[in-house]
């Protein structure tokens, strides 16, 4: 899935019922003053909390916060689509080296997400729980024996994050990710065979129990 480019002027105006207030403390923060951050933690542990069957790992407790912040709130509003998440996606790990790069592993149900998708200055908490949505019904999509890659998968799954964004009457993000549809943005991803391979080292390095991991209540 893509970043949600959009203009600074229009960051923050977007306020929809419900929104935890959590995440208005986040807002403040500045984006490269988090960059360094990450990369510095990134000689530590990683941070790990459970949000029922979702693991979340994040060098970083902002990070880690803001994926809660989403999960929290796509269970408020739509919380049908919140049970499918936790039904299918296992494990969302923030990676540190990456900005707007991210892997879905269909097999070991994971998403390994760059720590860009988690600053303010890129997303807020709505469209990143319609990523939420999106992410985690390629793994379904593999898991009841359907391709989960390509156009008509990419379909699919876009038109499952629209309707919760439907939903929810975020018209912008909507049309922002019809155009993007059109722009074929997953062969863009899939020739980052580089970074495909980072994020498979990464989990496979925790999966095999070769991260310091600190785990939270």
């Not at 969302?92 to 097999?107: G, T």
């Amino acid at each position: 899935m893509v970043r949600l480019e959009r203009r600074r002027a229009q960051i923050g105006q977007h306020h929809l019922h419900g929104l935890p207030r959590e995440s208005e403390e986040l807002v403040s923060m500045d984006g490269s003053l988090t960059w360094i951050a990450v990369h510095i933690s990134f000689m530590k542990s990683l941070y790990a909390k459970n949000c029922i069957n979702v693991l979340v790992l994040s060098y970083s407790k902002r990070h880690l916060r803001r994926v809660f912040i989403a999960l929290n709130a796509l269970n408020g509003w739509d919380h049908k689509e919140f049970q499918k998440v936790n039904k299918y996606l296992r494990i969302i790990l923030v990676h540190p080296e990456f900005k707007s790069y991210n892997y879905v592993d269909v097999i070991k149900r994971a998403w390994v997400v760059g720590c860009g998708f988690f600053d303010i200055e890129d997303y807020d908490i709505p469209y990143m729980a319609s990523l939420l949505i999106h992410e985690s019904h390629h793994i379904a999509q593999h898991q009841t024996g359907h391709r989960s890659y390509g156009q008509k998968a990419e379909g699919l799954a876009l038109n499952r994050q629209k309707t919760f964004l439907n939903k929810i009457k975020y018209a912008y993000a909507i049309k922002w990710l019809d155009k993007q549809f059109k722009s074929s943005w997953w062969k863009s991803l899939d020739k980052q065979k580089n970074n495909k391979v980072k994020a498979e080292n990464l989990l496979q390095k925790f999966l095999g129990g070769k991260l310091n991991v600190k785990y939270l209540k």
